[in-house]
């Protein structure tokens, strides 16, 4: 069998049957008749002498050789889906599915600024957003699961583009009956008692950036409170458990814990961390980012300190 003999829809076949092990339920997705699945299933393994499934009267599952090849189908395809994609895309750009991740610290609270201008500016793009942390987002970035992502920059900058949006400067956050040393209103790091402190979970980059900040050493064993998203540190807070770091973006007035948390400016200038988008070097259009993070710093919001 040569390539002009393999057609996509018969990668499509091979792909459906393997989701649904089913013959008929495959059939029904696919909006073909079960014969004609199943005949060209035949003649497909009969052209490249492989057999891909194990069929009896009730139960259809793949062969280990079935496996690995409907993963590289799997892969094949998807590359052939956003080569017409991209073929079909109309002259102006940012048009179409656009994948876009962003960090859990930044998502919720960056996000809402930008949303609304991006709809209005490109009425065509959909605009799909994936949250995660730093090294997954990377990861399906690298893989082209993911057009561009934005995040901290706390990570190696090999092999990406990277665009400066903003500077966010952090605040500490602290229950309301817990004394604070302030000197013309804002507080240094330096009398800052690390006993207390609250962390975001391992892998969160925003927990890098404070322990940096403080000069503190991760493995300490006075670092063990720790909470896995910004909400749940928030009511640690509330509830009178410690004290912790908070990025301007994210600092809310809500009415129920207004009375429990208060908010405090750092005195050190380097008390931010470097918001930035970032997308692979090698990603086919370079100026469909240079619109987005054009867009996206008309749009920044504004900061207190």
Excluded at 118 to 142: M, N, Q, V, W, Y
Excluded at 171 to 197: F, I, Q
Excluded at 259 to 267: D, G, H
Aim: glycine share 4%.
């Amino acid at each position: 069998m040569d390539i002009n003999q393999l057609s996509l829809r018969d990668l499509e076949y091979l792909i459906t049957i393997s989701e649904e092990l089913h013959f008929g339920r495959a059939a029904h997705r696919l909006h073909v008749s079960q014969p004609t699945l199943s005949e060209q299933i035949k003649k497909l393994e009969a052209h490249l002498d492989v057999k891909f499934f194990e069929r009896t009267n009730r139960s259809v599952s793949l062969t280990p050789q079935g496996v690995e090849l409907t993963e590289i189908a799997r892969r094949i395809l998807k590359e052939a889906q956003m080569f017409i994609r991209i073929a079909k895309k109309k002259k102006h750009p940012l048009c179409g599915e656009f994948h876009l991740g962003a960090i859990a610290t930044v998502g919720p609270y960056f996000l809402p600024y930008i949303i609304a201008p991006l709809r209005k500016s490109f009425p065509e793009l959909e605009l799909i957003i994936h949250e995660g942390l730093t090294d997954d987002l990377l990861a399906k970035l690298d893989l082209g699961e993911l057009n561009a992502i934005i995040a901290s920059r706390t990570f190696d900058e090999k092999r990406y583009r990277v665009y400066s949006l903003y500077q966010e400067p952090f605040w500490l956050a602290a229950p309301t009956e817990l004394p604070v040393n302030l000197k013309n209103g804002k507080v240094s790091v330096k009398d800052v008692n690390e006993e207390n402190l609250l962390l975001l979970t391992e892998g969160n980059c925003l927990k890098d950036e404070v322990l940096n900040f403080c000069g503190l050493n991760r493995n300490r064993s006075s670092l063990q409170k720790q909470s896995s998203s910004l909400d749940t540190l928030r009511y640690l807070v509330a509830s009178g458990n410690g004290y912790t770091f908070f990025p301007e973006l994210a600092i809310n007035d809500d009415k129920k814990l207004k009375s429990l948390i208060k908010y405090y400016p750092f005195a050190e200038k380097s008390a931010y961390r470097e918001i930035v988008l970032v997308t692979r070097e090698q990603y086919p259009k370079p100026e469909e980012i240079r619109l987005l993070f054009s867009k996206l710093k008309e749009n920044l919001p504004t900061f207190k300190s």
